[in-house]
């Protein structure tokens, strides 16, 4: 058996799950979105000059989860898929995915972002290894 890896952002979906989230919980009143989009621009510089502090980022990227429930944070993510990430997935990708399944190979996707927002992606995607 083979493995077949992919990155997630822009391979398997067209942009950035992790930016879409950011875009989504500002959409949806989660936050603050002045003070979150310069934080969340001022943690990408980070990351780009290879500072980033990954706790920080964390605490800042799942702040708005803080306090709620499993059953709320679903319908969060089912609500992010539905309009957030179901349009950029690519259908090119889904049939390289398939191509590899047909061969046997085992799916893995590789990303840099949390799993609350990249699980239910590599579920939609049916890809068990994240």
Known sequence: MALAIFDLDNTLIAGDSDHRWGEFICASGLVDAAQHTAQNDAFLKDYQDGTLDIQAYLSFALGALAGRTLNEVAALQQ?????????????????????HRALGDMLLIITATNTVVTRPIADRLGVEHL
Not at 84 to 99: F, G, S, T
């Open 79 to 99: 609500q992010f898929m539905r309009n957030w990430v179901e349009p950029l997935i690519l259908p090119a990708a889904e049939d390289l995915l398939n191509k």
